[in-house]
């Protein structure tokens, strides 16, 4: 057996001799070792050690679908699955296909990720090219984030916020701040699950007090600064405050937890070192991400979880291929075959999670029934391409626990406009938070409860 290689061979390498240099063909060993990254061993705990209360996880797929193979035919229980969904069919009693909904405010675009969550208009505020949100992950962290050490769970392919209007994250704090995301399997792990030792400990510790201080003299500085300002400039100081005081409460929330030990997990199977913006590693990032999620979930380390797959203009198949080139398809009959084949791939990464839930026993009942999963895009690609914030494409499983209703196709009529926030108003709702409003929702989704 020959060993295998810790770098690859230079595709630059030659044969010398007599004189002549020979270019060799492309061979394995020219390959990145992501290229022979094996597909994931993880295997799921049978029983949960976490108590049966409610959870979500919102996993966001760019570039919107071909709803073409999307959209099944009939509404109501006797409905067919699409042939993309079919992808689903072991869990066809487990989730809801729900079409029509979209988000009235938005303006569609490459924005889709920046409000599938908060359905806000970016450009709702005169003299500002782009105004967002809270969105409905942050509803629900901030009412119950603090019975777990991690608040809210943000993951995507790109690390941190991204740019106005083309956001890698989900996650948006009370005043529309983006909340950075994390893209690194490895340092997820850490995150969550690796103990701090005690040079580790007081370093955290030095660095939260760095934190508290910096944030007393800014507001220190702030409140002299407001008598000498005018209305306007006012109104953007407590802007830019109320952040400051958002982070100032997330430092606290950190330092009641750092004496906690962490939960311990096995990391047996776990791709950690997967990359995401490698095409041949997409389908053991994916899965690492998600069962880094299940794993939070099952140790309770979090109940709020937002993953954005990929960002928008973005993405990759379950083979490498472009999504975002793919979703400007312009009714080309070979391209829409080929983003049908992603959605299934999605899907199947989908269903792949959802059995992890479903095949863990948590007080009785699979772990699929405390855990609503939401999975969708903010964009609708439509017929011809068309990046559009209507009819978005979307599928909300588990949490029968709760009340959620499904194997059920719940179709609204396009023309009434129903929000996609009646949608997140049930969640959150479901999540425990006593409110009756969220964004521009007119009441909880008629058929899903």
């Known amino acids: 057996m020959i060993p295998l290689l810790?770098?690859?061979?230079?595709?630059r390498t030659m044969l010398r001799g007599a004189g002549v240099c020979l270019s060799l063909p492309l061979?394995?060993?020219?390959?990145?070792r992501s290229v022979f990254a094996a597909p994931s061993t993880f295997k799921p705990v049978a029983k949960s050690a976490s108590k049966p209360l409610p959870r979500v996880i919102f996993c966001y797929v760019p570039n919107g679908v071909n709803i073409l193979e999307w959209m099944p035919k009939q509404t109501g229980r006797d409905y067919e699955p699409s042939p993309t969904l079919a992808t689903l069919k072991e869990h066809r009693g487990d989730f809801s296909v729900i079409t029509g909904l979209g988000h009235p405010r938005a303006t569609g675009g490459h924005s889709g990720a920046?409000?599938?969550l908060t359905g806000a208009d970016l450009k709702a505020v005169p003299g500002k090219d782009y105004t967002n949100s809270i969105s409905a992950d942050q509803v629900v962290a901030e009412s119950i984030g603090r019975a777990t050490r991690v608040p809210s769970l943000e993951l995507s392919d790109m690390s941190g916020t991204g740019s106005a209007?083309?956001?890698?994250?989900?996650a948006f704090d009370r005043n529309g701040t983006p909340l950075p995301a994390e893209n690194s399997p490895q340092r997820v792990f850490e995150r969550l699950f690796v103990p701090d030792d005690a040079a580790s400990r007081e370093s955290t510790l030095r660095r939260y007090a760095e934190k508290r201080s910096i944030l007393d003299d800014v507001l220190g500085e702030?409140?002299?600064?407001?008598?000498?300002?005018g209305q306007a400039d006012r109104a953007k100081l407590d802007e830019y405050l109320g952040a400051v005081r958002e982070t100032e409460t997330r430092v606290r929330r950190q330092e009641e937890w750092i004496d906690v030990p962490k939960p311990q997990v096995v990391k047996d199977g776990l791709q950690l070192g997967s990359l995401p913006m490698n095409g041949h590693d997409r389908p053991m990032w994916i899965d690492v991400m998600m069962e880094l999620s299940y794993l939070a979930f099952v140790t309770d380390t979090t109940r709020v979880i937002s993953f954005e797959w990929s960002r928008e203009a973005g993405g990759y198949g379950g083979g490498g291929e472009n999504h975002h080139e793919l979703s400007h398809h312009g009714g080309d009959a070979g391209m829409l075959s080929k983003l049908a084949a992603i959605d299934r791939f999605h899907l199947s990464r989908l269903a792949r999670f959802m059995t992890f839930l479903k095949s863990t026993?948590?007080?009785g009942r699979p772990m699929l029934d405390n855990t609503m999963v939401v999975f969708g895009s903010g964009m609708n690609s439509g017929e011809r391409g068309d990046h559009s914030p209507e009819n978005l494409p979307l599928l909300v499983a588990g949490g029968s626990a709760w009340g959620l209703k499904h194997g059920q196709h719940l179709g609204f009529q396009k023309t009434a406009k129903a929000p996609l926030s009646n949608v997140f108003l049930t969640l959150i709702q479901k999540m425990g938070v006593e409110t009756a409003t969220f964004r521009d929702?007119?009441?909880t989704l008629t058929g899903l409860v």
């Open 114 to 116: 920046d409000t599938w």
């Open 27 to 32: 061979l394995e060993a020219m390959m990145p």
């Open 361 to 363: 026993d948590e007080a």
């Open 6 to 11: 810790r770098q690859p061979i230079s595709r």
């Open 441 to 443: 929702a007119t009441g």
């Open 165 to 170: 209007g083309h956001s890698h994250t989900l």
């Open 222 to 229: 702030a409140k002299f600064l407001q008598s000498r300002l």
